[in-house]
T-cell receptor, first 110, second 111 residues
């Protein structure tokens, strides 16, 4: 079993829709959770990170963590064509290496 | 530009040749990480440094791979006797705390 599972998609939604991206993890030692966005042939860009169960909001993005279920989500409201990218979840036990999911490829259709 | 930089951006080499990549982290960041990413996969951890000390190496990092960070500033990743399976994007990231910031990557193609 992989430490982090993420549906690779691809996922296509119309512009303006709410997007839900999800990951599950297996090791409760992981305490920190990040979401990265990666455009084609570019490096990952940090969107959000959180370390507690619950929601964290930043503009159109909301990160949600449920430690009891080992389930993390990223919601994108009012999706835009510029949001089309691969979204990677990443987890860490602390101030060290990240373990990434495979990434979900998202396309927003104008 | 005060972000993480990597050089070269692209490298094409023949099997059996040695290659070296460079990463310049964000200046006040004391931690530097190397990851490898293949098509359709997330980045996989290779190794990381705190200042000049190499603190962890993945089992993915075979004896053909070596990384250095002299004086705790820039870092180099060398691959000796390259194999076709080494073809990937090599990503560098730096951090001062929890948040890791990535560079644009070096895309290696081994022919």
């Amino acid at each position: 079993q992989k430490e982090v599972e993420q549906d690779p998609g691809p996922l296509s939604v119309p512009e303006g829709a709410i997007v839900s991206l999800n990951c599950t993890y297996s090791n409760s030692a992981f305490q920190y959770f990040m979401w990265y966005r990666q455009y084609s042939r570019k490096g990952p860009e940090l969107l959000m990170y959180t370390y507690s169960s619950g929601n964290k909001e930043d503009g159109r993005f909301t990160a949600q963590v449920d430690k009891s279920s080992k389930y993390i989500s990223l919601f994108i409201r009012d999706s835009q064509p510029s949001d089309s990218a691969t979204y990677l979840c990443a987890i860490s036990p602390g101030n060290e290496k990240l373990t990434f999911g495979t990434g979900t490829r998202l396309t927003i259709i104008p | 530009d005060t972000g993480v930089s990597q050089d070269p951006r692209h490298k094409i080499t023949k099997r059996g040749q040695n290659v070296t990549f460079r990463c310049d982290p964000i200046s006040e960041h004391n931690r530097l990480y190397w990851y490898r990413q293949t098509l359709g996969q997330g980045p996989e951890f290779l190794t990381y440094f705190q200042n000049e000390a190499q603190l962890e190496k993945s089992r993915l990092l075979s004896d053909r791979f070596s990384a250095e960070r002299p004086k705790g500033s820039f870092s180099t990743l060398e691959i000796q006797r390259t194999e076709q399976g080494d073809s990937a994007m090599y990503l560098c990231a730096s951090s001062r705390g929890l948040e890791q910031y990535f560079g644009p990557g070096t895309r290696l193609t081994v022919t």
